[in-house]
């Protein structure tokens, strides 16, 4: 992807008026599983995202690919079902990136191993062809060997059962090159400013603005999908200033520690903490990450902040079941991300997943809520809707068997580059040729100069934020050490980029600034 190329096709199309099929905005999980839709059923899409790709709530998630044991016991059956056949496709389609995992439920109370014994089975039923592997009970032995760091006193057994996870910015950088693959136009840095209207009123079109140069795009479309997740009302109210809300956001942060305090390859699922969530602790990436948080927020921003209770909640959660409590001292990262949920009566813990299209008086097509898990569901249904509604031309949607960028079935032979998927040749291929690029960038984390120089030639990368964020999961992982890492990614980048010095110095400073909000002191 080059994101010169993709600049060139919108004003090409401008300057021939002719109108492109779908315009999404928003490059978060469900924009680009639209893009990818609409792409793959030969329509023709361009997508523009404010920021990288990714920099919203989608790089944020707990990176579980799963059905959601928490809905099963709030009753929402088919949302189970559809999430559970969502993740069967999701590992069908990306095995480089989706893996089976499994988790343990520790039961300290008699009651517990028959309560979650049978629901689990009831969510294996769900599951059906689309299963992960059998739930089952464990002894006390049984489990402690899967979870060696698990509190052993006063413990009695614990249930076995299995989900999916995944990286899931990397998941969306692998969408962004199908929808590419596909021929979707897609343009990071680029936020939509303002709707374009017919001679009748109806939505055909956008503006956007290229923050890298400051020109303004013009985009005619037949039809506009707004997939802005918290910031859905905003541009409802660019179509009616009157538009009632319809989408609450609700804040979910998660703690990363080293993977000491985790060993063993299972997680740690505990079904009902003191505010009647559940709270998981994951390994991800040779790290363990602990979450999350359901804290509704008057307004969304793009970079939220943790709150003082939200990281003791989880300390003090984690700290019941670990035989080590980790302490503020032992974060490595903490990072925040914010639900759209779909506007409805209480608590936001218990409002729906489930997702919404919405259809406004203009025309504007409107796709929110859901799961990072059902992207690919809410796609179809949303492309569906765009092309009833626009007469676009009704090719069936082929995205239930369609290969993910980087598709790969035996990746874990890649050792570190393993989330690439077939990429990783071309990454070896530059490690090989240059030394400098075999380097590695930090001696706590894998990543290798080279990814960096891949994620600003192949993935449009443009920011060390974009590098050290999203392309490599360093700021989510340690904080400290991506701080180290920025000026020798920023000089790689400003190689590819064509930068100068000012450029570079203005990166680390900004990187350092943002990264200092991702460590608990
Ligand atoms: C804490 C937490 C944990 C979660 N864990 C899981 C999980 O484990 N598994 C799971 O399946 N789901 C999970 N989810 C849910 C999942 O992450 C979300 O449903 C999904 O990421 C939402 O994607 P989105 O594309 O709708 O929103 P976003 O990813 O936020 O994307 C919206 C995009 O729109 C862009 N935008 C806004 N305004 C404009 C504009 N004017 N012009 C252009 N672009 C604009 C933003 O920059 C942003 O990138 C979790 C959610 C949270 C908050």
Known sequence: MRREEMVRKIRERAEKRNPWDIAVIGGGATGMGVAVDAAARGLD?????????????SSRSTKLVHGGVRYLE???????MSALKERGLMRQNAP???????????????????????GLKLYDLLAGKYGFGASKLLTKEETL??????????????????????????????LAMTAA?????????????ALLRDAEGYVNGLMARDEETGENLTIAARIVVNATGVFTDSIRQMADPDAEQLVVTSQGIHLVFDRSFLKGDTALMVPRTSDGRVLFV?????HAVAGTTDTPLDAPSMEPLPLDEEIEFILETAARYLTRPPTRADVLAVYVGLRPLVKGEGKTSALSRDHVIHVDT?????????????????AEDCVDHAITLGRLRDEPCPTRNLRIHGYLRDSPTLGSLEVYGSDADAIHTLAKNNPAFAARLHPDLPYIAAEVVWAARAEMARTVEDALARHTRALFLNASAAIAMAEPVARLLAAELGRDELWVAAQVKDFRALAAQYRVV
């Open 45 to 57: 899409v361009v997508l523009v995202e404010a920021h990288d790709f990714g920099k919203g709530t």
């Open 74 to 80: 709030q009753g929402n059956v088919p949302l189970v």
């Open 96 to 118: 480089h990136l989706v893996h089976d995992l499994a988790f343990v439920v520790p039961n300290y109370s008699w009651w517990e191993a028959p309560f979650y014994g049978i």
């Open 145 to 174: 060997e899967r979870l060696p760091t698990l509190e052993p006193e006063g413990l009695t057994g614990g249930v076995v059962y299995f989900d999916g996870q995944f990286d899931d910015a990397r998941l969306l950088i692998h």
């Open 181 to 193: 693959d596909h021929g979707a136009t897609l343009m990071n840095y680029c936020p939509a400013t």
């Open 282 to 286: 994951i390994p991800w990436h040779d």
């Open 362 to 378: 203009s025309g504007l097509l409107t796709i929110t809520g859901g799961k990072w898990t059902t992207y690919r569901y809410m």
